[in-house]
């Protein structure tokens, strides 16, 4: 059984900053790609930032230069940090992790966490 748990999210002004984190837990032999999703209201959810066991980063064109995703390897954590916030980044904010229960698999597999609001208001 694998649990990812998003923490972090919350209220915040337009201009301001934030700080997501996620937690991959359970019997995971490894982790190759873990990101970051997010859904606003009557969207569909969208790809914001991906992150490599090895470090290699890529982000979507909207959040480039305002927001840095890293992750710690040793204990399965990926963050989020969030900067010069709009209205525009309110959305739940969404964790992936990819990767794989047994040595040898070839196939990945992928979970997902429950969601961390995001709202970006005045």
């Known amino acids: 059984q694998v649990q990812v748990v998003e923490s972090g999210g919350g209220l915040v002004q337009p201009g301001g900053s934030l700080r997501l984190s996620c937690a991959a837990s359970g019997s995971i032999f490894s982790i190759n790609f873990m990101a970051w999703y997010r859904q606003a209201p009557g969207k569909q959810r969208e790809l914001v930032a991906t992150i490599t066991s090895v470090g290699s980063t890529n982000y979507a064109d909207s959040v480039k230069g305002r927001f840095t995703i890293s992750r710690d390897n040793a204990k399965n954590t990926v963050f989020l940090q969030m900067r010069s916030l709009t209205p525009e980044d309110t959305a739940v904010y969404y964790c992936?992790?990819?990767?794989?229960?047994?040595?040898?698999?070839?196939?990945?597999?992928?979970?997902w966490g429950q969601g961390t609001q995001v709202t970006v208001s005045s």
């Open positions: 992936n992790v990819q990767g794989r229960l047994l040595p040898g698999q070839t196939l990945l597999r992928s979970w």
